[in-house]
Every structure is written in C-alpha cells, then in structure tokens.
C-alpha cells in the first residue's frame, strides 16, 4: 500500500489563558490547505485519517470535500505538544531567537511507540490501496526514524502540507517513496512560511 503522510499546514500563533492550545489554521494555511486539495484531488485516497488536533483536521477538511471521503480521526496522531498550553509557530521562535524553537519532548521513545503502533494499525487495517494521514512533523519524523532505522528520531523539519510518501508491503516491508513533496505550494505561488 502506499501511506501518505501529510504535515498541517501553518496554524495560527495561539496563547490561551487556560486549557490547552489548539490554534486554528493561519490565513496563509488555509491556502495551504486548498494547494494540498487541489494537488490530491486527482489521486483516489482509500482512507482519510486526521490528528484529531485542530490544524490536521482544518488541513485535512479541504481534501475530503474534494474526495467525498469522510476524516477518521485517530488519537495517537496527535502531537508531541498536544497538551501544551501555547502554540507558537516554529517559525516565529526561530526568528526571535527563542530557545524553545530545539525543544524536543521529554519521552521520545514513548512518543515514537505510540506513533509506530497507531500507523501501523492503520496499515494493518487496509492492506493496500492508498491512505493518506494528516498529522504532525513530529509524528512524521519518528515514524520516518522507524522506518529508516536511524537513532535520531527527530532529523528533519517537514514543510507545511508536505507530503512524504511510504510504500508498505504485506510482508511488513516499508521503504520512503519521496519525502517532504511542496511542489503544490510552488504551482499554487503559495509561500512555504509566514512570519
């Protein structure tokens, strides 16, 4: 089967008094996501996951109208961050020269085995055919890390509605077909940030 994995486009800079953040996508990643749309709108996606955290679902809403397929959310998609009070666009922390923009959480492999063990249910679950996720950059590294084998789970920053495409076999094999695909923000002249 092929497994695409789909990061969510930009989301909104989000600091709540109370609860956890779960910003709403930006202005520029609501272009984002209709680019993704109109980029996989051609292709027959046999299943639609989302993170259940506001930015994937908001990513993922374009692309299922276009489909008519339904979202399934799946819980264990969700970011490392989940809980975190704000969202600050990596970005934006980078460019203010915050610290946090490095930070990494503090159970990795916890983090990585819940990741592997819900996708590859979802692989297990459609055996073949085409599914897409929309979830995280985090939870796109670690499970890219997994299927690399590396001991850096945490190697590459994916682009907003990025798409990295895995191909999985029945026999458990899995190999990455591309990684981190933004030509539809190039042909669609939508920027890959914002600051």
């Known amino acids: 089967m092929e497994l695409l994995l789909i990061r969510h486009a930009r989301p909104s800079r989000h600091e709540p008094t109370e609860g956890p953040a ?10 984002q996501a209709e680019a993704l749309a109109d980029w996989l709108g051609d292709e027959k996606l046999d299943a639609l996951y989302t993170s259940p955290m506001r930015r994937a679902r908001e990513t993922a809403e374009p692309l299922a109208a276009r489909l008519g397929i339904d979202l399934v959310a799946e ?5 490392y961050d989940a809980a975190a ?14 610290p946090r923009w490095m ?15 819900s996708i590859e249910g979802i692989v297990a679950a459609h055996g073949s055919g085409r599914v897409a996720l929309v979830c995280h950059g ?3 590294n670690v499970y890219l890390s997994w299927v690399l084998g590396t ?6 920053l994916p682009h907003y509605t990025s798409v990295s495409r895995v191909l999985a076999s029945t026999e458990g094999r899995r190999s990455i077909d591309t990684l981190n695909e933004t030509a539809h923000l190039r042909i669609a002249d939508v920027p890959l940030v914002e600051l």
Do not use: C, H, N, W
């Open 22 to 31: 779960d910003p709403e996508l930006s202005p520029i990643g609501r272009r």
């Open 75 to 79: 819980p264990d998609l969700a970011e």
């Open 85 to 98: 009070a704000a969202y600050i666009p990596i970005e934006e922390l980078k460019a203010a020269g915050d």
């Open 103 to 117: 930070q990494l959480p503090d159970d990795i492999p916890g983090f990585q085995a819940r990741v592997v063990a």
């Open 138 to 140: 985090g939870v796109i």
């Open 151 to 156: 001991t850096e789970a945490l190697f590459f």
